[in-house]
């Protein structure tokens, strides 16, 4: 189906002319006959639906202010069409986008791009509001067809729930120094476009930012069963008070500890990449646990960021993995068992769609992946909060310590201008004086053993704590 496009604004169109218009730019358009308008849906990422047989329809999927979009005009015919080309025409506010199709189809359907009538909207025409209205026309039309428009007059008003947002990536790159390599992740022009392009199509944002930072060099060995990335781990909890960065950028870490993926993970599988689960509190996370970490391989960095990134907004895995290999700890609330999607997905970055249970949520471990309603919804709750800042108040001492989910080891002092956040457990501190209850945050890492305790300095600096982490008597010295 062969579509031209015009976008012009309304009170210069006859002026300018569009496709449907005369040669001396006045319209000949008018309602075509024997076509129906059925169903009218908007996709950011997610379908939603704003119209369904006539009926203005609601939906907890969100839109974004200054997101690009995808209008489908779903139709139908019958006996009264008379196969030639049809103009739609999308109405927003006072702007006009038309589009020349060759023939309505007798049915649309969901899954193929090429039986609706699409409008490709910029973001820029989506406000805090959209005052919106669908016509299907032809030269020398019915124009008494008002199946053939929505609504029947004037127009209809759907409001937009997020405002311009943006996320904030600081890519860290670790130069692999154990093996004398001084090898590097690939942080070129073209695969930094990658990964923004996938945290964009993904991600209910209306832009994305990404900073890459100088290598830091690591002399440690990192193992495909996930020993030795602990260390890199708590290095990107310094780097955002090193480089002042502010609290809504989140860091992520990469590093190659071979040539190859096929090298590093051979034929047993790998890790990919670990994060610490940002969950507390809900609305925020806390602003220095928004950190992730991963390999950084050309073919597979840009996927396992964006899942790395989920769980430091505080998503747990989607219920979806190979045999013998399933997500740890999915989420209980995610409403398909095999964790795929619950809603048709459409990327807006390469214009491809995603069938509900076919394609699979990218917080889990599956192939065909794209972004769930459900996850979707709840990074746009997350991203909002960090966006206003929600999470900003004095600033706090803690000491960090590690648990490998045996022993636990002191890493380092953490001066934060936001309280941290995470499971609280009851500590004692051993001053010079007397012991010190204190209450501990205990935070996980997703795919490994262990996590992080912090806990917080209350006057005198402890000479070592006491704890106990998932009912194991743990201790360590305060150094």
Request: charged content about 25%; some cysteine; overall charge negative.
């Amino acid at each position: 189906m062969t579509r031209h496009a015009c976008l012009a604004l309304l009170p210069a169109l006859l002026a300018v002319g569009c496709p449907g218009t005369g040669p001396d730019g006045n319209q000949n358009l008018a309602l075509a006959a024997g076509v129906e308008i059925n169903e009218v849906a908007i996709y950011q990422g997610v379908k939603r639906s704003l119209m369904v047989d006539g009926e203005t329809v609601d939906s907890e999927v969100p839109l974004i202010e200054g997101r690009d979009a995808l209008v489908r005009v779903f139709v139908s015919s019958d006996s009264d069409y008379d196969g030639e080309a049809v103009t739609g025409r999308l109405t927003l506010g006072d702007e006009v986008i038309e589009v020349e199709v060759d023939r309505v189809r007798e049915e649309s359907r969901n899954h193929n791009l090429e039986t609706t009538v699409n409008f490709e909207v910029p973001g820029d025409l989506i406000g805090d509001r959209i005052d919106w209205s669908v016509e299907l026309m032809q030269d020398g039309g019915a124009g008494d067809n008002p199946e053939a428009r929505y609504p029947t007059e004037g127009t209809d008003t759907v409001l937009v729930e997020g405002r311009p947002n943006r996320l904030r990536l600081v890519i860290a790159p670790f130069r692999y120094d154990f093996d004398g390599s001084g090898r590097l992740p690939d942080v070129s022009d073209e695969q930094v476009e990658r990964i923004r392009a996938r945290f964009l199509a993904l991600y209910p944002v209306s832009d994305v930012q990404i900073r890459v930072r100088d290598p830091e060099p690591w002399a440690g060995e990192i193992s495909p069963n996930g020993d030795g990335w602990y260390g890199p781990g708590f290095q990107l909890l310094g780097f955002r008070q090193a480089d002042g960065e502010s609290d809504d950028a989140y860091y992520y870490g990469m590093f190659n500890p071979t040539e190859t993926l096929a090298q590093f993970c051979g034929f047993g599988g790998c890790l990919l990449g670990v994060t610490l689960l940002n969950d507390s509190p809900p609305d925020t996370g806390s602003v220095n646990l928004r950190i992730g970490l991963g390999l950084g391989f050309t073919e597979q960095s840009a996927g396992t960021a964006v899942h790395e990134i989920g769980h430091a907004h505080g998503r747990q895995h989607s219920p979806c993995g190979p045999a013998g290999n399933p997500p740890a700890d999915p989420h209980p609330g995610y409403p398909n068992s095999d964790g795929t999607l619950e809603a048709w997905g459409y990327d807006i970055v390469d214009g491809t769609l995603h069938e509900p249970g076919e394609a699979t949520d990218f917080m889990g471990y599956c192939d065909d992946q794209f972004v769930s309603a459900f996850t979707y919804t709840a990074l746009h709750r997350r991203g909002t909060n960090v966006n206003a800042g929600l999470s900003v108040e004095g600033e706090l001492m803690y000491d960090l310590f590690a648990y490998d989910g045996e022993a636990l080891t002191y890493v380092q002092p953490l001066s934060r201008t936001a309280p941290a956040s995470g499971h609280a457990v009851d500590v004692v501190a051993l001053t010079d004086e007397h012991p010190s209850p204190r209450q501990g945050l205990f935070v996980r890492w997703d795919h490994i053993p262990g996590g992080v305790l912090l806990v917080p300095r209350d006057g005198l600096q402890p000479r070592s704590i006491e704890a106990v982490l998932d009912g194991r008597f743990v201790s360590a010295e305060a150094r």
